[in-house]
């Protein structure tokens, strides 16, 4: 990427490589979301799509930015803002419960209940 300096020397050039980056994660978003190993209903969950959907958008690489600008965020985020309320909220609810250990798995069935 250039730097600001040379940003503003050519800011029509600097924003046709910014558009052609994005254009090469928007295409390369599902290669993406396979090499990271995150579950597609995980996703899908965090997307709020149905799983049907979620794969058909990624099939048909039809994400929108919108979209592509989330799946970056998960990916890049060691916790999301819901992740630590949720675990907050989990945390809460266990107070009122016995003492016994509870895995991420066990926390987000708690959550469901």
């Given amino acids: 990427m250039a730097t600001i300096v040379e940003q503003t020397?050519?800011?029509?050039?600097?924003?046709?490589?910014v558009l052609h980056e994005y254009r090469k994660l928007e295409n390369n978003i599902t290669d993406i979301i396979e090499d990271t190993g995150y579950k597609s209903?995980?996703?899908?969950?965090?997307?709020?799509l149905p799983l049907s959907t979620f794969y058909l958008k990624r099939k048909t690489k039809s994400f929108t930015s919108a979209e592509v600008t989330k799946i970056v965020n998960l990916m890049t985020e060691d916790e999301t803002e819901e992740d630590a309320a949720l675990?907050?909220?989990a945390k809460s609810r266990m107070e009122d419960d016995d003492?016994?250990?509870m895995d991420?798995?066990?926390i987000i069935n708690y959550l469901l209940k």
């Avoid at 020397?9 to 490589?17: C, D, F, M, V």
């Fill in 99 to 101: 003492d016994e250990t």
């Fill in 41 to 48: 209903q995980f996703i899908a969950k965090r997307l709020r």
């Fill in 87 to 89: 675990l907050a909220l």
């Fill in 104 to 106: 991420g798995d066990d």
């Fill in 9 to 17: 020397k050519r800011p029509k050039t600097y924003l046709l490589e």
